[in-house]
């Protein structure tokens, strides 16, 4: 899941940029005007991730394929494969700082 910042960011971007236009829809966001070409030219997405005591960060990158999914059954439609949240809960719990965005992250990050 993508904070929702970011989330909008990026559908502004494939919008803009790319052309491809992506809507809310159950139970993935899905894009129109995803061409075969238009797949190949999507930029990975880059993380920085901070981790560890000292707060040493990795960057990570998020492939395509990870986040984009071409529609088998629709010509020219995409699935996005995450969804955007709003955090409701206590940061102050989870140490969070400001200007900072938390994404969640699936099992290819581990």
């Known amino acids: 899941m993508a904070p929702q910042k970011s989330f909008i960011q990026l559908i502004k971007i494939l919008a803009e940029d790319y052309k491809i236009v992506c809507q809310k829809n159950k139970p993935v966001w899905t894009c129109s005007g995803l061409t075969m070409e238009k797949y190949f030219e999507l930029p990975s997405i880059k993380f920085s991730l901070i981790s560890g005591p000292n707060g040493e960060t990795k960057e990570v990158e ?21 969804i955007p949240w709003i955090f409701k809960g206590d940061e102050k719990s989870m140490d969070m700082k400001d200007g900072e965005e938390y994404w969640i992250l699936g099992a290819q990050f581990l």
């Open 62 to 82: 998020m492939p395509k394929h990870a986040y984009m999914q071409m529609d088998p059954t629709k010509p020219n439609t995409g699935r996005l494969l995450f």
